[in-house]
């Protein structure tokens, strides 16, 4: 057990239920299944590579993520609704520390080894996924009180173990490949923006920054569905099945939809959306996963 600072919930079982709480396990799929996709349609082959990688991006990886950004988002989170149960960990400061140490302690050994069985082109995108998540919310980097900056930031979070896998893979690099990753980006950035549009009032009280404070919340809805929009669009470049997964950015923008002219002091009431959201990356998972396989039956 890592030692934690004195108090109660500073270590323990108090402590373990925070840290499960906080690395999101509604979201732990969103950045295991990218790689792991990514890996086994590339391979077709279950190997150590792709164990390790998935067991990585599954939890460790969420921890580091959103364990770093909910100890340096406490003061702001602690104003927040939303905050203390799945949609965000209300972490207090005597857990801090201890939190800290866990995320790095239980990512380390995964990335040593990782970096152990890969090479130099697929250390650099594992360095810029980690980057990433470091940068988004540790403080004197801060991209996520950057506008735009923070949704290109949260995109990364999610396209990174995929862009991985495919390298550590050795995936050829195909236009229509290049197609995929950049509507996967193009619908990590929408994602984010509908999910920033929710705090404009306690981030904005909080002297947080974001792209939906900069551009109100009526333009970031309009944003985030004209992204989704254009994730289907690119989609439509890919070869057979693939096209059919245009029909996927149809759910999110009839979540998001209803907030078209919301707002900024109604801001609020796009967690309605954000909710439904989390639900409906399953579902989609699920009709992806689905295309995924005919795809690979496809090509034996």
């Avoid at 690395?23 to 150590?48: E, K, Y």
């Avoid at 801090?96 to 995320?103: E, G």
């Avoid at 009280?205 to 809805?221: D, F, N, P």
Wanted: aromatic content about 12%; overall charge positive; proline content about 6%.
């Amino acid at each position: 057990m890592v030692p934690g600072p004195a108090g109660r919930g500073a270590d323990g079982p108090g402590l373990a239920r925070r840290l499960l709480l906080t690395s999101r396990p509604v979201s732990w799929i969103n950045t295991a299944f990218p790689f792991a996709a990514a890996m086994l349609l590339t391979t077709g082959q279950v190997d150590a590579r792709l164990v390790v990688g998935t067991l990585f991006f599954l939890v460790p990886y969420n921890l580091a993520m959103y364990g770093i950004n909910d100890v340096f988002d406490y003061a702001s989170d602690a104003q927040n609704p939303r905050k203390g149960g799945v949609e965000g960990a209300l972490l207090p400061p005597s857990t801090h520390r201890a939190t800290i140490l866990w995320s790095i302690g239980l990512a380390l050994p995964f990335v040593v080894a990782l970096v152990a069985m890969g090479g130099a082109l697929s250390w650099t995108v594992l360095a810029v996924s980690l980057f990433a998540v470091v940068a988004y919310s540790a403080k004197g980097l801060r991209f996520k009180e950057v506008p735009v900056l923070d949704s290109i930031t949260s995109s990364t979070h999610f396209v990174s173990p995929a862009a991985y896998g495919l390298v550590l893979a050795g995936a050829e690099w195909t236009p229509q490949l290049w197609a995929i990753l950049a509507a996967f980006f193009a619908w990590g950035m929408a994602s984010h923006a509908f999910g920033a549009v929710q705090d404009v009032v306690p981030d904005r009280e909080g002297g947080i920054a974001s792209v939906a404070t900069v551009l109100g919340a009526r333009a970031t809805v309009r944003l985030a569905i004209a992204l989704w929009a254009l994730a289907g669009a690119l989609m439509l470049l890919t070869a057979w099945p693939g096209p059919l997964a245009a029909l996927v950015a149809v759910p999110y923008i009839w979540l998001a939809a209803p907030f078209w002219s919301v707002t900024d002091a109604a801001s609020g009431a796009a967690n309605r959306g954000w909710r439904r959201f989390l639900w409906v990356n399953y579902g989609c998972g699920f009709l992806v996963t689905m295309l995924c396989i005919w795809w690979a039956m496809m090509g034996r």
